[in-house]
């Protein structure tokens, strides 16, 4: 990996200096051409020609020109009358016009004397270049086009030698144990595939990677091409697309080129939606797009019995891609990488924590069961973040506290001490957080509350935060209901205790809105609609279920989130003193911790 970055400067040094001698020649040239082209300022007058062309022409017939002085290639000439000792300056529309017409009047007898002068040689050395410029430039563009034409730097290879192989390995890989098993009995049919044919079995031509940002997608292909003993290509699919029309295409056979003289390998395309959308009948950029998908398509169909070529890509868009990709024969397999569960984060969490310094007291099972729901990469991000912290506030080592302030700047923001709030504003947040804390408490299916804030962090003022200590897979409809009243439960409280609302639940109105949109048009938990999925593709879609389906999806949403305002103000009128007494303490202290809040409840 070094030698590879040692060549890369070298290429960027090398791509520096000829630019540099580029613009210097550039440069040059400009400099040389004005030089020779620099015009007289004495006096404009003397620049303008003395005697006519017409006249020069009637002083040839008359033979009162004494010589002619020209320089080859310049319509300037100099005139020496027969009477006159100083030259006088003229200038000729046409050159080979006036050596045609001199020409003629020597052959009819008239004596012109007439010296041609070589231009000097810089002058004709700089006229020759810059005539070849313009072919030079198409020469260029033409170099350029062919080299684009194949894939460049683009598609690296890894596994082909020791000095080009990647660090990660499965060991590197954690709470993705079914994908590691599926991808190791593919690089075991990429080591051994006598055996699999002998059982009859066919070499999978793809596998397909899907699931949310951060999950390990892209980190299961890097560890694939540490396993592997086979040669690995990695490509982006953005690597594809240029501004050329047909370059998609051709780098996608060059590709595969490439793949099949190294046969047996592994293709691996990242973030394949660039390529892989679905087919249009549009124009311009959307043809293009088309004809690269088509030769992907053509290419994943087009491998031979002995070509061991296996495409792996990963996507966290599957739904933008084209049907005609994902049939069987071009992605075979499509696994799901989904975020881990309590076990897979611990496992995670372990990975990262190897080279950090944690107290004593800290355990990795108590941070993955307050993370449920985060990625992979989320919870990397969140180690890192509290290894920073400790660090900023000159800690041994890395502290409860420090974890703590990592996951909220992760999933809230940056806390801004800062920012000056006037009193009016922060009663307001302490009644609108204190709301959604109250409400929360009594609904039955909404998680405990673990810490109340008015502290701004990130773009909100204040928040709630609530212990995520159960993977969830599936929602019911009561959940849901009791999710929109702890949402309401912010605006709610301003407008029981304040007798006023503010733009402060701008966020809470949106999530809320969306839930109970889902509810409706996907999960089909409504008993005036009943249970059908809205979810369509294209909006006349919806007209098999009558042209007023959009005014009772409009209804019913606006019901369920009628209902769950009532409610939520309901609650809070039951326990004003309750709501009075958690704000007041906000506004104190500005924090409230789960055993403080519980404490109102005592």
């Given at each position: 990996?070094?030698?590879?970055?040692?060549?890369?400067?070298?290429?960027q040094?090398?791509?520096?200096?000829?630019?540099?001698a580029?613009?210097?020649?550039?440069?040059?040239?400009?400099?040389?051409?004005?030089?020779?082209?620099k015009?007289?300022?004495?006096?404009?007058?003397?620049?303008?020609?003395?005697?006519?062309?017409?006249?020069?022409?009637?002083?040839?017939?008359?033979?009162t020109?004494?010589?002619?002085?020209?320089t080859?290639?310049?319509?300037?000439?100099?005139?020496?009358?027969?009477?006159?000792?100083?030259?006088?300056?003229?200038?000729?529309?046409?050159?080979?016009?006036?050596?045609?017409?001199?020409?003629?009047?020597?052959?009819?007898?008239v004596?012109?004397?007439?010296?041609?002068?070589?231009?000097?040689?810089?002058?004709?050395?700089?006229?020759?270049?810059?005539?070849?410029?313009?072919t030079?430039?198409i020469?260029?563009?033409?170099?350029?086009?062919?080299?684009?034409?194949?894939?460049?730097?683009?598609?690296?290879?890894?596994?082909?030698?020791?000095?080009?192989?990647?660090?990660?390995t499965?060991?590197?890989?954690?709470?993705?144990?079914?994908?590691?098993?599926?991808?190791?009995?593919?690089?075991?049919?990429?080591?051994?595939?006598?055996?699999?044919?002998?059982?009859?079995?066919?070499?999978?031509?793809?596998?397909?990677?899907?699931?949310?940002?951060?999950?390990?997608?892209?980190?299961?292909?890097?560890?694939?091409?540490?396993?592997?003993?086979?040669?690995?290509?990695?490509?982006?699919?953005?690597?594809?697309?240029?501004?050329?029309?047909?370059?998609?295409?051709s780098?996608?056979?060059?590709?595969?080129?490439?793949?099949?003289?190294?046969?047996?390998?592994?293709v691996?395309i990242?973030?394949?939606?660039?390529?892989?959308?679905?087919?249009?009948?549009?124009?311009?950029?959307?043809?293009?797009?088309?004809?690269?998908?088509?030769?992907?398509?053509?290419?994943m169909?087009?491998?031979?019995?002995d070509?061991?070529?296996?495409?792996?890509?990963?996507?966290?868009?599957?739904?933008?891609?084209?049907?005609a990709?994902?049939?069987?024969?071009?992605?075979?397999?499509?696994?799901?990488?989904?975020?881990?569960?309590?076990?897979?984060?611990?496992?995670?969490?372990?990975i990262?924590?190897?080279?950090k310094?944690?107290?004593?007291d800290?355990?990795m099972?108590?941070?993955?069961g307050?993370t449920?729901?985060?990625?992979?990469?989320?919870?990397a991000?969140?180690?890192?973040?509290?290894?920073?912290?400790?660090?900023?506030?000159?800690h041994?080592?890395?502290?409860?506290?420090?974890?703590?302030?990592?996951?909220?700047?992760?999933?809230?923001?940056?806390?801004?001490?800062?920012?000056?709030?006037?009193?009016?504003?922060?009663?307001?947040?302490?009644y609108?957080?204190?709301?959604h804390?109250?409400?929360?408490?009594?609904?039955?299916?909404?998680?405990?509350?673990?810490?109340?804030?008015?502290i701004p962090?990130?773009?909100?003022?204040?928040?709630?935060?609530?212990?995520?200590?159960?993977?969830?897979?599936?929602?019911?409809?009561?959940?849901?209901?009791?999710?929109?009243?702890?949402?309401?439960?912010?605006?709610?409280?301003?407008?029981?205790?304040l007798?006023?609302?503010?733009?402060?639940?701008s966020?809470?109105?949106e999530?809320?809105?969306?839930?109970?949109?889902?509810?409706?048009?996907?999960?089909?938990?409504?008993?005036?609609?009943g249970?059908?999925?809205?979810?369509?593709?294209?909006?006349?879609?919806?007209q098999?279920?009558?042209?007023?389906?959009g005014?009772?999806?409009?209804?019913e949403?606006?019901k369920?989130?009628?209902?769950?305002?009532?409610?939520?103000?309901?609650?809070?009128?039951?326990?004003?003193?309750?709501?009075?007494?958690?704000?007041?303490?906000l506004?104190?202290?500005?924090?409230?911790?789960?055993?403080?809040?519980?404490?109102?409840?005592?």
């Amino acid at each position: 990996m070094q030698e590879n970055d040692k060549e890369k400067k070298r290429l960027q040094k090398q791509r520096i200096l000829v630019g540099i001698a580029i613009v210097l020649a550039l440069a040059l040239a400009i400099m040389m051409w004005l030089i020779i082209n620099k015009p007289k300022v004495e006096n404009e007058e003397e620049n303008k020609p003395e005697i006519a062309y017409t006249e020069l022409i009637k002083m040839l017939d008359d033979g009162t020109i004494e010589k002619i002085e020209m320089t080859t290639g310049s319509p300037n000439l100099k005139v020496k009358l027969v009477d006159e000792e100083k030259e006088k300056k003229a200038i000729v529309p046409s050159i080979q016009a006036f050596m045609e017409l001199v020409q003629n009047k020597v052959e009819s007898g008239v004596e012109i004397n007439l010296e041609q002068k070589e231009p000097p040689v810089i002058k004709t050395i700089f006229s020759t270049f810059m005539s070849l410029i313009p072919t030079l430039l198409i020469v260029a563009l033409f170099i350029m086009l062919f080299k684009m034409q194949g894939l460049g730097e683009k598609g690296k290879v890894y596994g082909v030698d020791e000095s080009n192989k990647t660090d990660v390995t499965f060991d590197d890989v954690a709470g993705l144990d079914e994908e590691k098993n599926e991808m190791l009995e593919i690089v075991d049919f990429l080591k051994n595939p006598e055996k699999y044919k002998k059982m009859g079995a066919k070499i999978p031509r793809g596998i397909l990677l899907f699931g949310k940002p951060g999950t390990g997608k892209t980190l299961i292909a890097k560890a694939i091409a540490g396993e592997a003993s086979v040669p690995f290509i990695s490509m982006s699919g953005s690597e594809f697309i240029e501004m050329f029309a047909g370059l998609g295409a051709s780098r996608v056979r060059k590709l595969f080129e490439k793949a099949k003289k190294i046969s047996p390998c592994i293709v691996f395309i990242d973030e394949i939606d660039a390529i892989g959308e679905r087919r249009t009948n549009g124009v311009g950029a959307e043809t293009e797009n088309n004809q690269t998908l088509n030769q992907l398509l053509v290419e994943m169909d087009g491998f031979e019995s002995d070509e061991t070529v296996i495409v792996l890509a990963a996507t966290n868009r599957p739904e933008m891609l084209d049907k005609a990709l994902l049939r069987p024969g071009r992605f075979d397999r499509q696994i799901t990488i989904a975020p881990p569960d309590l076990k897979g984060r611990e496992a995670i969490l372990k990975i990262h924590a190897a080279n950090k310094k944690f107290a004593e007291d800290i355990d990795m099972a108590d941070i993955a069961g307050d993370t449920a729901g985060f990625t992979g990469a989320e919870l990397a991000n969140v180690l890192n973040e509290s290894a920073i912290i400790a660090t900023r506030h000159k800690h041994e080592v890395i502290t409860k506290q420090d974890l703590e302030d990592a996951v909220k700047k992760v999933t809230v923001g940056i806390e801004k001490h800062s920012r000056v709030m006037s009193d009016k504003d922060k009663r307001l947040t302490a009644y609108h957080e204190a709301g959604h804390a109250i409400v929360s408490k009594y609904l039955g299916t909404q998680t405990d509350v673990k810490e109340i804030s008015i502290i701004p962090r990130g773009v909100a003022g204040g928040y709630t935060m609530y212990k995520t200590n159960e993977d969830k897979y599936y929602i019911s409809k009561t959940e849901m209901e009791e999710k929109l009243v702890a949402l309401l439960g912010g605006r709610a409280a301003e407008k029981v205790a304040l007798d006023d609302i503010s733009t402060g639940a701008s966020n809470d109105l949106e999530v809320a809105t969306g839930i109970a949109k889902d509810m409706i048009t996907i999960y089909g938990m409504n008993d005036r609609l009943g249970p059908i999925s809205l979810k369509v593709d294209e909006p006349y879609e919806l007209q098999i279920f009558g042209e007023d389906i959009g005014d009772a999806v409009g209804e019913e949403i606006r019901k369920l989130i009628d209902t769950a305002y009532e409610r939520a103000q309901t609650i809070l009128i039951n326990n004003m003193e309750t709501l009075h007494l958690v704000a007041q303490r906000l506004m104190e202290k500005e924090i409230i911790s789960a055993e403080e809040f519980e404490e109102f409840f005592r």
